[in-house]
């Protein structure tokens, strides 16, 4: 049997992760073996979704979290590079766009192991932002690019990438929010935990480092979501990093005195239930700017740009770049109870099954 070594290390990578590694499962046609490399590692951001997405557990974890940008991804790349010559796999499979990504990619391409890049082809157009050079790296020197929308089709054309590189195949995203939704109910749960009524709150992330790591951009951030929540409850899983940010900056006092209730991060359930039941979406993340789409929940998010232009385009979400809290709040006020067209940009949930049906044709048996 073909060996397929999947390298992953971030919150998004193991809910992405989680719906290839049950296609190829059921298939039972190519087997996987998985690296951890360690990037994300308290349990409620990694151990949680290998319980509840019923992952594999992983084969090896590199433990490397922490420090620059350059020490992690050097760290990474020596821990797999190891790993790949023991392992000798017929191809590696990597999401996204984080360290892990690139690691994992420039390990297996410098021993002539071909890369699958699963969330390929999308594009800021900002270079100052560390997921938009992993990127771009990674599809240059990737075998299969699986793209999840039209526009990353079109961004990979028109960069020349041959065609028959290009696969599309839609959102994994949206594979596993399709195979969860059903799971979550309107009450119990962290509704019922927090206190929240279907409708009737507003739920917020932030974590992205063009804001944790500017403080006036944090500032306004604070100031727009706490005055938003002086008229509508709101809830914010905090992820680490911006808790030890806003913590530093001793904002952490001011959020909770106008009311915000800052929680630790929540499990994919838990976050599936938040997402689906909420009046409105405030966010930087990629795949929670996806989710609330995928319930019909309208969406702001706090950027200069998006990468899932498509949302934008079909009024689910807004841009509000935190540059003013007015501007922010004011976004926020104007999306509640609003709704996008139709569309449907992401597939039909069959992407998983589609990437692993390409694979094992290429790779044969
Ligand atoms: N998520 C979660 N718990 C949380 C916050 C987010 O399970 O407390 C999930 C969310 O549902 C989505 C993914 O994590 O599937 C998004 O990850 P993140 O925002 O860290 O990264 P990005 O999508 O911006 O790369």
Redesign the pocket.
């Known amino acids: 049997m073909r060996k397929i070594v999947t390298v992953i290390g ?3 990578q193991f ?1 992405k992760a989680s719906a290839v590694s049950r296609a190829l499962h059921s298939s039972g046609r190519l087997a996987e073996v998985l690296i951890h490399t360690g990037q994300h590692f308290d349990s409620n951001m990694s151990e949680v ?1 290998f319980s509840e997405l019923a992952m594999p557990t992983p084969k090896y974890n590199l433990g490397v979290h922490g420090g620059q940008h350059g020490a992690m991804t050097g760290q990474m790349l020596e821990g797999i590079e190891r790993i790949l010559i023991d392992e000798n796999p017929d191809a590696v499979l990597v999401y ?1 766009d984080t360290n892990s990504t690139l690691a994992g990619t420039l390990a297996a391409v410098k021993l002539h192991i071909p890369v699958a890049h699963v969330e390929a082809g999308l594009r800021s157009f900002n270079m100052r932002m560390p997921e938009e050079i992993n990127r771009i790296l990674t599809d240059r020197i990737s075998t299969w690019l699986f793209t999840p929308t039209v526009a990353a089709v079109k961004h990979l054309r028109s960069e020349g990438v041959a065609s028959d590189k290009i696969i599309a195949v839609g959102d994994v ?1 949206y594979d596993v929010a399709l195979h969860f939704s059903s799971q979550v109910a309107e009450t119990g749960g962290a509704l019922s935990r927090l206190g929240l009524s279907s409708g009737r709150y507003v739920l917020a ?1 932030v ?2 480092a063009e804001n944790t790591g500017d403080a006036a951009r944090l500032e306004v951030i604070v100031a727009a979501l706490s005055d938003a929540a002086r008229k509508l409850p709101m809830v914010w ?1 905090l ?1 680490p990093r911006t808790r030890g940010v806003l913590q530093r900056h001793d904002l952490l006092d001011k959020l909770a005195a106008s009311g915000v209730r800052l929680i630790e ?4 359930l ?3 239930q938040l ?1 689906k039941y909420a009046a409105l979406v405030v ?6 700017q996806k ?1 609330a789409y995928f319930f019909q929940v309208p969406c702001v998010t706090m950027r200069d740009e998006t990468e899932w232009v498509e949302l934008v385009e079909a009024g689910w979400n807004r841009l509000a770049p935190p540059d003013d809290p007015e501007t922010v709040t004011a976004a926020i006020l104007d999306a509640l109870g609003t709704r996008g067209r139709e569309v449907s940009p992401y597939g039909s949930g069959d992407a998983a099954d589609k990437i692993v049906a390409r694979l094992t044709a290429d790779l044969g048996n």
């Open positions: 971030a919150r998004p809910i979704f996204g995203m992330t974590h992205r899983p992820h991060p929540v499990g994919y838990e976050m599936v997402e966010t930087d993340s990629g795949g929670v989710e």
